[in-house]
Structure formats: C-alpha cells, structure tokens
C-alpha cells in the first residue's frame, strides 16, 4: 500500500489539472471517488493536463478507460498469487499427505 502522503499528493495534483483545464473542484472530487488509488489520480491528472478535453464525455471515457485498466491489473495480480499458492502446493509434501501436516 502507499503512504498516505502519495493520495493526498494526487488528489491535489488531480484538482490542480482539474481547474487548470476550467472544470470544477467537484469533479476533481468525482474522480478521485472514482478513480480510488493514487496511480490511477495521477494518470487522469496527466491526461488532463495533456489532451486539455473539450468535453465531460471525454473525461468520462478516460474515467472508464483508466477503471477498466485498474480492475484489468487487480484481477491479473490476484490470478498470479493464486497461482503461485497452487505451485507451491504442488511441490510440498502437504500435497502427498492429503493437505494434513503430522503434529
């Protein structure tokens, strides 16, 4: 887990490109709700920055994008974890004894 100084940074940093590209304070708040970790706030901070959208549809497609990225990534990390629990049971002795370790 990050510090809790790296959410306090991106959330300023989002509010900041937020009202740089003239949108209001309340959809900084939005998208941080949204958005949920400080990597993904930073990234919707430097998309805003950058493309500067002409429209709300626009960020809300990047909100969707971002999301869907952030998920893609959760579910692959929790797949890898448990694959390598299944490993590790596959090469221990626990699995010729019926999964019961002798007291």
């Known amino acids: 887990m990050r510090d ?6 991106a959330r300023r940093k989002l509010s900041l490109a937020s009202a740089e ?6 959809l900084a708040e939005m998208l941080a709700k ?7 706030m930073e990234r919707m901070a430097a998309y805003l920055s950058g493309v500067r ?15 869907s990225d952030a998920e893609t990534w959760r579910k692959k990390k929790e797949s890898r974890e448990a694959q390598a629990g299944y ?9 010729y004894r019926g ?5």
Do not use: Q
């Open 4 to 9: 809790p100084l790296d959410w306090t940074k």
């Open 21 to 26: 590209a003239g949108y209001p304070e309340e």
């Open 34 to 40: 949204h958005l949920r970790n400080p990597r993904a």
């Open 53 to 67: 959208p002409k429209s709300m549809e626009m960020i809300a497609d990047e909100l969707v994008a971002i999301t």
């Open 87 to 95: 490993s590790a049971w596959l090469s221990s002795d626990l699995r």
């Open 99 to 103: 999964g019961e370790e002798d007291e």
